[in-house]
């Protein structure tokens, strides 16, 4: 069983920065797929950032610039670096990783003071 385990979520104000970790119980070394979604309050989860196995990466579009989406294979981590925080970037961030099937994390919450 896989398991995803998202950390580094808190309250914010903003402008300033949070980094988040999802670590996954497996390697992931050879997962072509690793992502960041995050769901505001009352809104459909949406998609932030991905990267590949080789390491290149796709942003949202509100999200590009300010937010770098890395991997640590050896840690077994992705990592989502926020900078320039909005209250919009409010919500509930999920890691996603995709081995035959998807599998989700139990989020972590970020919230951006005004």
């Known amino acids: 069983q896989v398991q995803l385990v998202e950390s580094g979520g808190g309250l914010v104000q903003a402008g300033g920065s949070l980094r988040l970790s999802c670590a996954a119980s497996?390697?992931?070394?050879?997962?072509?797929?690793m992502a960041w979604y995050r769901q505001a309050p009352g809104k459909q989860r949406e998609f932030v950032a991905a990267?590949?196995?080789?390491?290149?990466?796709n942003y949202a579009i509100n999200a590009k610039g300010r937010f770098t989406i890395s991997r640590d294979n050896a840690k077994n981590t992705v990592n989502l670096q926020m900078n320039s925080l909005k209250p919009e970037d409010t919500g509930v961030y999920y890691c996603?990783?995709?081995?035959?099937?998807?599998?989700w994390g139990q989020g972590t919450q970020v919230t951006v003071s005004s």
């Open positions: 497996v390697s992931i070394f050879s997962i072509t797929h």
């Open positions: 990267i590949a196995s080789g390491g290149s990466t």
């Open positions: 996603r990783i995709i081995i035959l099937r998807e599998y």
